[in-house]
């Protein structure tokens, strides 16, 4: 049975590893996508309409951007 030991401690290693590079690549891929935080996008909303309410003239021009990544994505024509 001690044997064994040693051969399954590297077969637990080698799995840790494996998941490790997994979750390392996953982050990667993940961080190249730049997104906009969801209190900046309210942030930026709040403040148009607080524009508006100032200034009534200027009129406040909401977009609807399809789901996806922010400053990425390219509206539809």
């Not at 401690?9 to 494996?18: E, F, G, K, S, W």
């Not at 969801?38 to 200034?55: E, K, N």
Request: charged share 15%.
């Amino acid at each position: 049975m001690n044997a064994f030991v040693p051969y399954l401690a590297a077969l637990h290693q080698q799995d840790l590893l494996q998941q490790a590079e997994i979750q390392r690549r996953v982050k990667l891929s993940t961080a190249s996508h730049p997104s906009v935080p969801v209190w900046r996008r309210s942030l930026s909303g709040l403040l148009a309409s607080i524009a508006g309410s100032l200034d009534p003239s200027v009129e406040v021009s909401r977009t609807t951007l399809p789901a996806g990544r922010g400053a990425n994505v390219v509206p539809a024509c």
